[in-house]
């Protein structure tokens, strides 16, 4: 009679940002988390400045892991995102960061690491977009979750205090902000799914698969994770009273009725520059392009959380 063929725990990988995690012991918390629901013990994977992600979870992948679990802030989330594009194996969160957009936008707890654990390893599985950027004239594509931005944002994000951010958060972003605002536009024209192009000159132009900042700030009201599209908005405020009339807008309730606020939706988009500009993806600056080509590829990424 033969015996029974035993079963094997599941098993997840740990991607770690150590520079996110200086106060807490994370591969501890989740090494509790794991013990107390019967998960083996997890694959730990530390990230570095030349090797921000991606690679780790290849590794991770080929190790044959259950879950791959991404510990630190929004960059470190995409390039583990990256790396599980349409493979079918899910990603867990651990929010460590300033800004956790993907975490605030999916209402994870931000603020409690251990209950992130647990929620990464009891939840379910639901499918999200991610969004594709190619890049000038590299053939490769970069992928963001939440939010890119090119012109201004990405300027501010590129130029923001590191010794602030740590100390003030988001807040930080401000300051920075407020030493951008001078500048002049750029001529700009932008397609929507292989549409006629668009003539602008504008300021800056963010993209987004989901809406919410830190503060509560939702910039894109009404975009979904899962919905199969994006949102895009151009900016082009004119002195500093564009600029105050443009963050009012951007506060209020519903999209912003400022006229120098436009906004679009769509599966692609192909953005060309007059001048390069900054561009930042989920808050890592790319430095200056001239052409961007963003495209949508609807449910590539599986995300494990409690799904109401």
């Not at 499918?127 to 990405?154: E, H, N, R, S």
Request: aromatic share 4%; charged share 20%.
């Amino acid at each position: 009679m033969s015996q029974p063929r035993a079963v094997r725990p599941n098993r997840a990988a740990l991607i770690v940002n150590p520079l996110k995690c200086k106060t807490i012991d994370v591969r501890q918390i989740v090494s509790t988390a794991c013990t107390g629901e019967g998960w083996a013990e997890s694959l730990f994977l530390e990230t570095t400045a030349d090797s921000p992600g991606v690679a780790q979870t290849r590794h991770a992948l080929s190790e044959g892991v259950d879950l791959v679990i991404a510990a630190g802030g929004d960059g470190t989330v995409r390039c583990v995102a990256q790396a599980l594009q349409n493979t079918g194996t899910a990603l867990g969160l651990i929010p460590l960061g300033t800004g956790n957009l993907l975490a605030r936008n999916l209402g994870l707890n931000i603020s409690n690491p251990g209950a992130a654990a647990r929620e990464a390893l009891r939840g379910s599985d639901h499918p999200i977009d991610v969004i594709g950027a190619i890049l000038d004239q590299d053939k490769a594509q970069q992928l963001f979750v939440v939010m890119a931005g090119l012109g201004f944002d990405a300027a501010v994000m590129a130029d923001t205090n590191v010794n602030l951010k740590e100390s003030l958060g988001w807040l930080a972003y401000i300051e920075a902000g407020i030493r951008k605002l001078p500048g002049r536009p750029v001529k700009a024209s932008i397609s929507i799914d292989g549409g006629p192009a668009s003539a602008h000159r504008l300021r800056g132009i963010m993209s987004g698969n989901c809406g919410k900042l830190q503060g509560g700030v939702e910039i894109f009201p009404g975009a979904r994770f899962d919905d199969g599209s994006f949102d895009l908005m151009t900016l082009a405020p004119s002195g500093t009273f564009g600029w105050m009339g443009v963050l009012a807008g951007l506060l209020s309730r519903g999209r912003s009725k400022d006229p120098s606020i436009q906004y679009f939706r769509g599966k692609k988009a192909e953005i060309s520059l007059a001048k390069p500009q900054a561009l930042q993806l989920d808050g890592d600056p790319l430095g200056d392009v001239s052409h961007v080509i963003l495209t949508i590829d609807a449910g590539a990424l599986l995300v494990r959380k409690f799904w109401p």
